[in-house]
Structures are given as C-alpha cells and as structure tokens.
C-alpha cells in the first residue's frame, strides 16, 4: 500500500501565494510521473500540473505561468508553488503518484492523497 499526505492547503487572498507539499511512503520501488488535480464543487477533477521522474513537466493552460511543480526523488515528495492566485483556483487539490511498488512489479498503479482545500478569496 502506498499513502500520499498532502500539507499546505489554506486560505489565501487574491494574488498570494500557497505551498503544496505531498508525501508518498509505503511499498515504494520508484515513482513515476507524479501531479496535482484539483476539483471545485460540482465539477470535474482535472489536471493542474503533472512531472515526471526525468522532471519533464506539463500544466493547465488556466495555470501556465502561475504555478510550478517540482519534486525530491530522494524524498518521494512532490511540490506545487501557486503564485499570483485567482479565486477561480479555489478547489481541493489531489496529489496524484503513479507508484511501481516492487522491483519485480510488471505494473505501476496510481496512488491519490487525501485532498487539501485552497481557498482564495477576492
């Protein structure tokens, strides 16, 4: 089993700034890309941002410019830096791993944290 504890979230005005953080442990060969969703109510969960092991990134138009992901291989820990935050980020964000538990595992499954709400208010 794998766990993903995401840190950060809160409540921020227009134009500030958030730190995500999401921690993957458990049974952990490697991890492949990792990323953040987000869902706001009623709607969809879509992709935010997504990086894979190789830090080749890949972001939402909505975000481009705004937000940056990173992540510590060595920490199995991926991050999500929000800049110049809009209300229309508000949502809770999902971390999302895609996680080869085993070096004998053919397969590598998604693993999804908690959530952490991110509230911007106008």
């Known amino acids: 089993q794998v766990q993903l504890v995401e840190s950060g979230g809160g409540l921020v005005q227009a134009g500030g700034s958030l730190r995500l953080s999401c921690a993957a442990s458990?049974?952990?060969?490697?991890?492949?890309?990792m990323g953040w969703y987000r869902q706001a109510p009623g709607k969809q969960r879509d992709l935010v941002a997504q990086?894979?092991?190789?830090?080749?990134?890949n972001y939402a138009d909505s975000v481009k410019g705004r937000f940056t992901i990173s992540r510590d291989n060595a920490k199995n820990t991926v991050y999500l830096q929000m800049n110049s935050l809009k209300p229309e980020d508000t949502a809770v964000y999902y971390c999302?791993?895609?996680?080869?538990?085993?070096?004998?595992?053919?397969?590598?499954?998604?693993?999804w944290g908690q959530g952490t709400q991110v509230t911007v208010s106008s």
């Open positions: 999302n791993a895609n996680v080869r538990p085993f070096w004998y595992s053919r397969n590598a499954n998604d693993a």
């Open positions: 458990g049974s952990i060969f490697s991890i492949n890309a």
């Open positions: 990086i894979t092991r190789s830090d080749v990134t």
